[in-house]
C-alpha cells in the first residue's frame, strides 16, 4: 500500500448544511485616493466661462460707448462750426436762425416776422437743417 502525503496549498473545504466552507483572510483593502478638486469653488472649467463672459460684455461696452463719443464728437464738432447767419434745430423742435453767439449761448432768431430773439444753450442745438440736407 502506498501513501502518499499531498500537501495543498490552500486547505481542503469542507462542506457544512451544503455550503462550501470557505476560509476568509483579512487582508486590508487596497488604499484608493479620492478624486482630487479641481479648482475649488468653481472647478477647472467654471473659471474659464466666467472670463469668458467677463471680455464678451468687456467688448459690448466699449463698442457701445465708442459709437456714443464718435456721435458726441460729430454733434460737437457741429456746434463749433455754426456761424451767424446759420439755420438750426433745438432739441424742441424749434428751427430758426442764429443772429448772436455768445460763450455758452447762441440767440436765435424764431418766426416769419424776424422780431423774435431768444438765447439759446449751445448743448440745446442738436443740428443744422441746411448742412444735413444735400441737393439732389
Known amino acids: 500500500m502506498n501513501t502518499d502525503i499531498i500537501l495543498a496549498a ?11 466552507a ?6 486590508a483593502p ?6 482630487a ?26 463698442f457701445i460707448t465708442r459709437n456714443n463719443r464718435k456721435k458726441q464728437q460729430k454733434v460737437e464738432e457741429m456746434r463749433h462750426s455754426l456761424k451767424v447767419g446759420d439755420d438750426v434745430c433745438t432739441t424742441g423742435g424749434l428751427i430758426g436762425k442764429i443772429v448772436d453767439i455768445d460763450d455758452n449761448t447762441f440767440v436765435i432768431e424764431f418766426g416769419t416776422n424776424k422780431g ?7 448743448s440745446e442745438v442738436v443740428a443744422a437743417p441746411s448742412s444735413s440736407t444735400e441737393e439732389v
Open 116 to 122: 423774435v430773439r431768444i438765447p439759446v444753450i449751445k
Open 22 to 27: 470557505t476560509t476568509t483572510t483579512t487582508e
Open 37 to 62: 478638486q479641481e479648482g475649488g469653488f468653481l472647478g477647472a472649467f467654471g473659471w474659464n466661462w466666467i472670463l469668458i463672459y467677463i471680455v464678451i460684455f468687456g467688448g459690448y461696452i466699449w
Open 10 to 20: 490552500n486547505p481542503p473545504t469542507t462542506i457544512i448544511g451544503g455550503q462550501p
Open 30 to 35: 487596497a488604499p484608493t485616493q479620492a478624486p
